[in-house]
């Protein structure tokens, strides 16, 4: 099996920074994108970065500029540094990989999700 596990969320003003960080673990073969979606109340689950194993990256517009996505293969980790965070960035935020493994001698990717990290950006 595989797991996914974040951390990193919490509290924070308006214009100050946090950290996201996501570990992977379990049966993995390979890791192709991992990144990073976000959910506000109310509102549906968006993109808010991503990359690719080949380091190819893409952000949501209005994150641009201030969130960078970095990865560290030799450690199955995405992270997520946030900077000059605004109230409109509050939402729960979730990992995602898409991950291969070896099942019977056959490669499957699937999708998998971390549980979710709540960043809040409130004075």
């Known amino acids: 099996q595989v797991q996914l596990v974040e951390s990193g969320g919490g509290l924070v003003q308006p214009g100050g920074s946090l950290r996201l960080s996501c570990a992977a673990s379990?049966?993995?073969?390979?890791?192709?994108?991992m990144g990073w979606y976000r959910q506000a109340p109310g509102k549906q689950r968006e993109l808010v970065a991503a990359?690719?194993?080949?380091?190819?990256?893409n952000y949501e517009d209005s994150v641009k500029g201030r969130f960078t996505i970095s990865r560290d293969n030799a450690k199955n980790t995405v992270y997520l540094q946030m900077n000059s965070l605004k109230p409109e960035d509050t939402a729960v935020y979730y990992c995602?990989?898409?991950?291969?493994?070896?099942?019977?001698?056959?490669?499957?990717?699937?999708?998998?999700w971390g549980q979710g990290t709540q960043v809040t950006v409130s004075s």
């Open positions: 995602f990989a898409a991950i291969t493994r070896v099942v019977v001698n056959t490669k499957i990717t699937q999708n998998f």
């Open positions: 379990g049966s993995i073969f390979s890791i192709n994108a």
């Open positions: 990359t690719t194993s080949g380091d190819n990256t």
